[in-house]
């Protein structure tokens, strides 16, 4: 995996941490609950298509730079 897939999977990994308190415990079901973690657009919330492709997002983890990613703090 290169680092332009690994800034990818770890990006889409946080998102789905933040969803993971609001279960259900089996994967389909969690999915059925938060179908958009399916779109493939949906770090384009979150990134600029120029951050995304640029040098250092390939190199490296970049944080987002149009919003950031929901917290993963537990919630009250």
Known sequence: M???ESLMTEAWTRLVAHHVPDGPADF???LERHPR???KRLLMG???AA???S???RRSWLAPDL???PTTEPRP
Do not use: W
């Open 67 to 69: 919003a950031p990613f």
């Open 51 to 53: 951050r995304l492709a």
């Open 28 to 30: 389909a079901g969690f």
């Open 37 to 39: 973690l399916l779109d």
């Open 55 to 57: 040098d250092e997002a």
């Open 2 to 4: 290169d680092a332009f």
């Open 46 to 48: 979150h990134y600029s």
